[in-house]
């Protein structure tokens, strides 16, 4: 079932860190939040118990679209851990691992669940500023800021050339090379993404994913229906 309604609101704080799990030596971050990350959010507000309930595999009860709002910068900090603590393990020497970080993020994101008493109950929680436990950018030492934004209804757009505002699925589009080429404001990446394990096979394929690294719509060819809310096209993930 298509989302029909979402909840909008901006995930900022000073760092995140969304670690590429295909990064091993250095601990890469993705640009944005993945929904695996966003799921975790959504879930902090809710209080979610552990293990993560189907709905956040299920794209048909928890959609979720993501925007950039700033220009996405990153820094590399060295960070020292320890392997085992003394008397656990024979190496305990501290380790130096690169850690890539994103300076003071700043997204929009935009969720619609399936479960009406859940989006009631997160409506409420996103407007009171509470949550049952405490959202964070990735890792728990990086506290998000949340702030509500409003809700609305999401119209669907058909397939063609859109200006695309979110995170968009590569399966879904391709990119206006010939705009991009005449706008400096186009710094596009695209980024590989693991997504959460199937419930009974543990494993599901990567997916590729296009954004602007700058905080300005892609011009895109849409070949899967996006989503229009208030003046945005949005995409989910």
């Known amino acids: ?29 993705f640009p944005f939040p993945p929904k ?6 959504v879930g902090a507000i809710l209080g979610t118990p552990l293990p993560n309930p189907g709905w956040t595999q299920d794209p048909a009860a928890f959609a979720v679209a ?25 190496n305990t020497d501290p380790t130096l691992i690169p850690l890539e970080f994103i300076v003071r993020p700043s997204y929009t994101v935009y969720v619609s669940l399936a479960d009406e008493t859940l989006m009631a109950e997160l409506k409420q929680r996103l407007q009171e500023h509470t949550s049952v436990y405490t959202p964070c950018l990735g890792i728990t030492e990086l506290i998000a800021d949340i702030r509500y934004l409003g809700e609305g209804p999401v119209v669907p757009e058909p397939p063609g050339a859109k ?12 990119l206006d090379m010939d705009r991009i080429a005449q706008d400096d404001r186009y710094l596009f990446q695209e980024v590989l993404v693991h997504r959460a394990g199937h419930r009974l096979t543990g494993f599901q394929p990567p997916d590729r994913y296009i954004l602007n690294l700058n905080p300005h719509p892609l011009p895109l060819q849409m070949m899967a229906p996006a989503y229009r809310f208030r003046d945005e096209v949005v995409s989910f993930l």
Not at 36 to 41: D, E, H, I, Q, S
Not at 163 to 174: G, H, Q, Y
């Open 1 to 29: 079932m298509p989302p029909h309604r979402v909840l909008a609101f901006t995930l900022e704080g000073q760092f995140g860190h969304f670690r590429r799990g295909y990064a091993s030596r250095t601990a890469l971050t």
């Open 36 to 41: 695996t990350a966003l799921a975790g959010v």
């Open 66 to 90: 993501v925007k950039p709002n700033v220009p996405i910068r990153t820094m590399m900090f060295p960070v020292t851990y320890r392997q085992a603590p003394p008397g656990f393990a024979k």
């Open 163 to 174: 200006e695309v505002a979110t995170v968009c699925r590569k399966a879904f589009c391709w």
